[in-house]
Structures are given as structure tokens and as C-alpha cells.
């Protein structure tokens, strides 16, 4: 009686963020393909376009091969950031009002959820993104096999309560830990000539490293 499971399950920046845009992204995708008919292949062509001539600035990856998801290949949640700054100023033009701003308000909220320091006002000020990205997103509807109704787009309502309570989300996020995983397991990985016993190659590598 005494454990709340809403309360234990905390929010996450990597999986539950990244992945309701990964799927806008998709249903985006979806969208224009529907919405402008037989120029929907020249539309994301040309929105790639737009996309690979972005002048290359510090922190910021290049999508020279396309901006949408389908033209990416295993992109890491620090690629999908760069992603979101750029996706609205290449489409805005070629999707309806309503995409337009379902969009805009969730990238507004994940700016807001994922800032280093809040006030009060901030989380009023992100709480009024979620709500109005929730009164937008309709227009997706129909392009996600889910309707929009999985568990990750549902959990953007604890960020709020989560960060008062719990401070910011940089603090209890599985993206520090899946960084030391890159770090410790995946670049070793790579370091051995995957025949025999990677394991301990893996251990010697970290061991010389440290």
C-alpha cells in the first residue's frame, strides 16, 4: 500500500524524449508524402536539400544524406538533437499550419525539459508547450500505426512534477551511463580482433586506458 508505481518510474531524456520524435519524425515523413501527393518524393528531396546545406557549425552533425528518419542510419540521441534544430526551418513551408506548430511546441518542451537550471516560471512556461503540442497533435494521428497512444508520449506529463521533485533530468537521465557505455564497452569492442576471448582484450584495453 505504500508504493507508488507512477511516482518510481522517472522520467528520461534519451529513451522517452528521443523516441516521441523519432516517431514525429516518421509520421512527418508520412505526412508530406500524403499531403503533397505525387510531388511528395520531390517535397523530401527537396527539404534534404535544405537540410545538407546548413553551414557546418560547432556541435552541430551534418545530414547530407537526408534529415528524416528513414534516411539516417543507427543516429545516437546527440544526432537527433542536432536533428530538431533543424527540421522545422527546412519543412515549415511544405507542411499544414497544424504540423507545423504540433511540432514547434514539442521542441519548445524538450528545450525547456532539458535546460541545465529551472524556475517556476520555466516549468509553467514548458507545461503550456506539453499542452499545447497535446492540442496539435492530431494531425499525426493517422500517420502513427499507435494513434499517438504509447506509453513515451504519455510519460511527457511527469517531466514537471519530476523536476521539482527531483531536480533536472541531467541528474537521473540513462544518458550519462549510456555514454560510459560507449566509452567502456563499445569503443574496446571495436579494439579487438573478434575471434577469440574479446572479453578479456575488452578488460586490457579500459585497464591501459585508465
Not at 88 to 99: E, G, M
Request: aromatic content about 12%; some cysteine; proline content about 4%.
Amino acid at each position: 500500500p505504500y508504493f507508488d508505481i507512477h511516482s518510481s518510474i522517472v522520467v528520461d531524456d534519451l529513451h522517452q524524449l528521443g523516441g516521441v520524435y523519432t516517431h514525429l519524425l516518421k509520421c512527418l515523413d508520412a505526412l508530406i508524402l500524403d499531403y503533397h501527393g505525387s510531388r511528395g518524393n520531390s517535397i523530401i528531396e527537396e527539404i534534404n536539400m535544405r537540410a545538407s546545406e546548413i553551414p557546418a557549425y560547432q556541435n552541430h552533425r551534418k545530414f547530407n544524406n537526408g534529415v528524416f528518419y528513414r534516411f539516417l542510419r543507427n543516429p545516437t540521441y546527440t544526432e537527433m538533437r542536432s536533428n530538431m534544430t533543424i527540421i522545422l526551418p527546412c519543412c515549415h513551408d511544405y507542411i499544414p499550419l497544424q504540423a507545423a506548430l504540433c511540432l514547434r511546441h514539442f521542441l519548445d518542451f524538450t528545450m525547456h525539459a532539458t535546460a541545465k537550471e529551472h524556475t517556476e516560471q520555466s516549468l509553467l512556461e514548458m507545461q503550456e508547450s506539453l499542452d499545447a503540442y497535446y492540442i496539435y497533435s492530431p494531425v499525426f494521428q493517422k500517420y502513427s500505426k499507435s494513434g499517438l497512444n504509447f506509453p513515451k508520449n504519455h510519460m511527457l506529463q511527469k517531466y514537471a512534477d519530476d523536476i521539482r521533485s527531483r531536480g533536472v533530468i541531467s541528474g537521473y537521465s540513462t544518458t550519462s551511463s549510456e555514454h560510459q557505455h560507449i566509452i567502456d564497452v563499445k569503443k574496446p569492442a571495436k579494439r579487438t580482433n573478434r575471434r577469440f576471448d574479446s572479453l578479456s582484450q575488452m578488460a586490457n584495453f579500459v585497464y591501459k586506458k585508465d
